[in-house]
């Protein structure tokens, strides 16, 4: 499975549970209105606070998601993009010192 897919299916689960509780602390919300609970002014005060802790803490759930699988690939084995990027550029300069010498060979008499 592609690391990236599954990193993005799971921020996208906690943004989908994210608009699920918003869309459910809206009705509630607009129930109380109606229900004579609570005035227009609160519920909009509360679902405004409850959806600013809720963008936060997306955000805080994104953080350590990205954090625990760098944790996890790093445990499994799997380089770095530095890493693969250092190597790249070994190969390059190996490839470049062989085709040198190949050169040097053929041009000797």
């Known amino acids: 499975m592609d690391n ?10 906690g943004v989908g549970t994210t608009s699920l509780v918003a ?3 809206k009705e509630v919300s607009e129930q109380l ?3 004579g609970k609570l005035n227009p002014e609160q519920a909009k005060d509360v679902v405004d ?3 600013q802790t809720l963008k936060s803490e997306q955000g805080n759930f994104e953080t350590v998601v990205q954090r625990q699988i760098r ?3 790093q445990d499994v084995g799997v380089p770095r993009q530095s ?8 190969i ?6 062989l085709r040198d010498l190949e050169n040097k060979l053929w041009r000797k008499p």
């Open 49 to 51: 606070d409850l959806m």
């Open 83 to 90: 890493e693969v990027d250092e190597l790249r550029g070994r």
């Open 33 to 35: 209105v109606k229900d």
């Open 71 to 73: 944790n996890i690939m």
């Open 92 to 97: 390059d300069r190996l490839e470049r010192q």
């Open 23 to 25: 869309d459910k602390v």
């Open 4 to 13: 990236n897919n599954w990193l993005s299916q799971l921020l996208m689960l």
